[in-house]
């Protein structure tokens, strides 16, 4: 499976992006019942968990984003997205999904940079 991640880009605070993430390689009955997750990592820290949907598509937010940020998932497609709203500087970092256990390899996620 590789994952691999878009939609990132160079936005000013209070604007909207719609990431995706894709599973390719993956067949439905492997990607559908994961629990999938949005993550982020700014340089010297450590990644960080933002939101997770079951196969189901029941999500689960971090206090970080819960209220800003939506989770959702198309396993047609094997793809899951987030939806990121009034962004804010302290967003800024490189988005990746991936399980919510690390099941798969890492992608190169996709880069978020929120001007103030």
């Known amino acids: 499976v590789q994952l691999q991640a878009s939609g990132g880009g160079l936005v000013q605070t209070g604007d909207s992006l719609r990431l995706s993430c894709r599973a390719s390689?993956?067949?439905?009955?492997?990607?559908?019942?994961?629990?999938m997750a949005w993550y982020r990592q700014t340089p010297g820290k450590q990644r960080e968990l933002l939101a997770s949907?079951?196969?189901?598509?029941?999500?689960d937010y971090t206090d970080s984003v819960r209220g800003r940020f939506a989770i959702s998932r198309d396993n047609s497609r094997k793809t899951v997205y987030l939806q990121t709203n009034n962004l804010k500087p302290e967003d800024t970092a490189v988005y990746y999904c991936n399980t919510i256990s690390d099941r798969w390899p890492w992608g190169r996620g996709t880069q978020v940079t929120v001007s103030s």
């Open positions: 949907i079951t196969g189901g598509g029941t999500p």
């Open positions: 390689r993956a067949i439905f009955s492997t990607f559908a019942p994961e629990v």
